[in-house]
């Protein structure tokens, strides 16, 4: 058994729509840090090409640094000219910088000596190194996570792969505020933080930091009342908070105390639920805090009717048809969100808001906003295969064809070895329902080893989620196999140069992982059972069952955006049972793994396994 590498991948995407005005009035992350981008870009450029400014004295920078770190100044100074508090402003900035790298003692002295010239005179003196620091007075927390804490603010500027740190006094201030606030929230309201203590080293350019400590007492929570109309009684709400009760008393977890208890009742069609709790450390007995939670709960709300606005070429029905079958149920904002995340998933959008507005009767209107994705598109690759050789491939495809949210989708793809073409059709939504149904058509010919092949057919698959994590999938495939050339002597060696495959089967993947893209880790388990039989058409007939079974495992720190790094382990195993050929069972099949075998998508393992 052969197999493929695809070392080299490149795909282009373009779009031929032109983005129209936005439906939601919001200006998205990405948006504004690209402008934010091209404004850094564009005063960067101009502070390496300005003339008005002169430094001197710099070692341990050089000038295309500086300007870049001063890039806003230089700008403001060239827009609205040269003045002695802009010079004071360049010159305080730029000891900014050098202090947030270890050179505590800079000095920057400035000289206008036109309108239009300005001199920078840097003396840096020693770079302070960060040797060590001490916690005087911690005894319930330990000194390593202090450590990271006060050593925070500079670590963000620098890898972890530095051993040493330089010292910057303004960063280890930050620091022990950083370390005040771990100090609250673990329960030491009355915790005090001595500004640091700063001791430098006569013989050397090292800096030891003492940090006193005052930790007082630990605070826990206390006795729970609950008030107002709070429809269930303790018994049924203190469960809900209970691993936020066991921790350490915190005002953050005070706040959060109405946040569960808000979605738990909103969960059960409470749209309009207040809840309000205020902890008293005044009144503490023995560290223990009581809190008291006021709770409004309101009248139970129903989904009524559906809004959508913002579409331009999508039809109205596509988004309001995923609600229908609410009018009428218990509000629920998991419902809610699940018909969210359906909706992004087909790609259509590129931004989707669904926001409630409570109607006469205590029913719930849909009001849906919308802006809709690009939906043509065009690709291409370029790549190459230890078998197929050298290979490229184009493809286009409208992810909203006809205004319906059905996306079709056609490609080529040429090798040394095989010209390829295939079109996707999918429906999402088969017959309005939560059925998704996809449709291939497909036609290749290949160039084995000793013969070519030319197959045509086509694959219908009708899939449902039946959990948030389980998937079963109906599937037919039809397809037609012909030998077009052979090198194979005694003909009898080759088998049957024409068959027909029909198969029937079922799939079912169990994705236990939190997300593909963002938290990928977890098991990820594939079963499929297919049949070919002479009841489908099929010449030839035979069971398989194959079982995948995949862990996927990220490593790094969790990111905002889905560009992680995945080891994977994936265990394959299968099994084929055949059970008759209308045509002649050639004595060649029994070793069907060998090198000419004229059927190896059949009877021998996939040219691709794990494809």
Same mark, same amino acid.
């Given at each position: 058994?052969r197999y493929?590498f695809?070392?080299s991948?490149?795909?282009?995407a ?8 936005s439906?939601v ?5 990405e948006q504004r840090?690209?402008?934010r981008?091209?404004v ?11 003339s008005?400014?002169e430094?001197?004295g710099?070692q ?5 640094d500086?300007?870049s770190?001063?890039?806003e100044?230089i700008?403001?100074i ?29 000095n ?14 840097i003396?840096?003196g ?5 040797q ?12 390593d ?6 050593v ?7 890898s972890r792969?530095e ?6 006094a303004?960063?280890?201030q930050e620091?022990?505020?950083?370390v ?9 309201l009355?915790v005090?933080?001595?500004p640091p ?8 350019d090292?800096?030891?930091?003492v ?10 929570f206390?006795h729970i ?13 203190r469960?809900?908070l209970?691993d936020l009760?066991q ?13 569960r208890?808000e979605?738990?009742f909103?969960?059960?069609?409470y749209?309009?639920v ?9 009144e503490?007995v023995?560290?223990r805090?009581?809190v ?10 129903h ?13 109205p029905?596509? !988004?309001?048809?995923?609600?229908t ?9 998991? !419902?809610?969100?699940e018909?969210f995340r359906t909706?992004m998933k ?8 669904i926001?409630?507005v ?9 009001d ?5 994705a690009?939906?043509r ?12 050789g ?5 493809? !286009?495809?409208?992810?909203d ?6 996306p ?10 095989s010209y390829?073409?295939d079109i996707l059709?999918?429906?999402p ?12 058509g497909?036609?290749?010919t ?13 694959r ?13 999938a ?13 090198e194979?002597r005694?003909d009898f ?9 029909d198969?029937?089967?079922?799939s079912?993947t169990?994705d236990?992982?939190?997300?593909p893209?963002?938290?990928?880790r977890?098991?990820l !388990?594939?079963?499929?059972l297919?049949v ?6 099929s ?13 996927y ?10 560009a ?6 994936i265990l ?12 002649t069972?050639?004595?060649?099949l029994?070793?069907c ?9 059949i ?9």
């Amino acid at each position: 058994m052969r197999y493929g590498f695809l070392f080299s991948l490149g795909s282009v995407a373009l779009a031929f729509e032109v983005a129209a005005q936005s439906a939601v009035d919001v200006a998205r992350p990405e948006q504004r840090q690209k402008e934010r981008r091209a404004v850094e870009k564009a005063q960067e450029k101009r502070a390496k090409q300005a003339s008005i400014i002169e430094f001197r004295g710099e070692q341990a920078f050089n000038e295309k640094d500086l300007r870049s770190a001063l890039k806003e100044e230089i700008t403001t100074i060239e827009d609205f000219g040269l003045s002695p508090a802009r010079a004071d402003d360049l010159a305080f900035f730029l000891e900014v910088f050098y202090r947030k790298h270890g050179y505590a003692k800079v000095n920057v002295h400035y000289v206008i000596e036109s309108s239009d010239r300005l001199r920078l005179d840097i003396t840096e003196g020693p770079r302070f190194m960060l040797q060590t620091v001490l916690f005087d007075g911690n005894t319930r927390e330990p000194a390593d996570k202090l450590f990271e804490y006060m050593v925070g603010p500079t670590r963000e500027r620098y890898s972890r792969l530095e051993k040493r740190l330089p010292f910057v006094a303004a960063d280890m201030q930050e620091g022990t505020h950083l370390v005040q606030r771990f100090y609250i929230a673990e329960g030491f309201l009355d915790v005090v933080v001595d500004p640091p203590r700063y001791e430098f080293q006569p013989q050397s350019d090292d800096v030891d930091v003492v940090v006193p400590i005052h930790e007082g007492r630990q605070y826990s929570f206390g006795h729970i009342v609950f008030s107002g109309q709070t429809v269930y009684g303790a018994e049924t709400l203190r469960p809900q908070l209970l691993d936020l009760l066991q921790r350490p008393y915190a005002g953050a977890r005070v706040e959060d105390i109405p946040r569960r208890l808000e979605a738990y009742f909103k969960a059960r069609g409470y749209y309009d639920v207040k809840v309000v709790a205020n902890g008293a450390p005044e009144e503490a007995v023995g560290g223990r805090v009581p809190v008291h939670v006021v709770i409004s709960a309101g009248p139970v709300y129903h989904f009524d009717g559906v809004t959508v606005n913002g579409l331009r070429r999508l039809h109205p029905g596509f !988004v309001t048809k995923r609600f229908t079958r609410l009018s009428g149920k218990t509000y629920s904002p998991d !419902v809610l969100d699940e018909r969210f995340r359906t909706l992004m998933k087909t790609g259509q959008f590129n931004l989707l808001q669904i926001k409630p507005v409570p109607v006469d009767g205590h029913l719930l209107r849909l009001d849906i906003s919308a802006e809709e994705a690009k939906s043509r598109e065009f690709g291409f690759w370029v790549g190459f295969d230890t078998y197929e050789g050298a290979l490229a491939g184009v493809q !286009v495809g409208d992810r909203d064809l006809f205004g319906y949210g059905r996306p079709l989708t056609a490609s080529i793809e040429v090798s040394q070895r095989s010209y390829r073409g295939d079109i996707l059709y999918e429906d999402p939504f088969f017959f309005d329902t939560d059925f998704y149904f996809k449709a291939r058509g497909s036609a290749f010919t290949f160039d084995y080893d000793g013969y070519t092949k030319f197959e045509v057919g086509g694959r219908f698959e009708l899939s449902r989620k039946l959990t948030k994590n389980d998937e079963a999938a109906l599937i037919l495939s039809i397809r037609h196999v012909k030998i077009t050339d052979s090198e194979i002597r005694p003909d009898f060696l080759l088998g049957p140069r024409e068959y027909q495959v029909d198969t029937i089967g079922l799939s079912n993947t169990l994705d236990m992982r939190e997300s593909p893209y963002v938290n990928p880790r977890g098991f990820l !388990v594939s079963n499929t059972l297919d049949v070919a039989s002479s009841a489908l058409g099929s010449d030839i007939e035979y069971i398989r069952g194959t079982m995948r079974v995949g862990y996927y495992l990220p490593f790094g720190p969790k990111p905002l955006t889905p560009a992680r790094t995945i080891i994977t382990v994936i265990l394959l195993v299968g099994n084929f049972i055949p059970f008759l050929m209308s045509n002649t069972l050639s004595p060649f099949l029994e070793n069907c793994r060998a090198r000419y075998s004229p059927m190896p998508e059949i009877f021998c393992p996939r040219q691709k396994t794990l494809a």
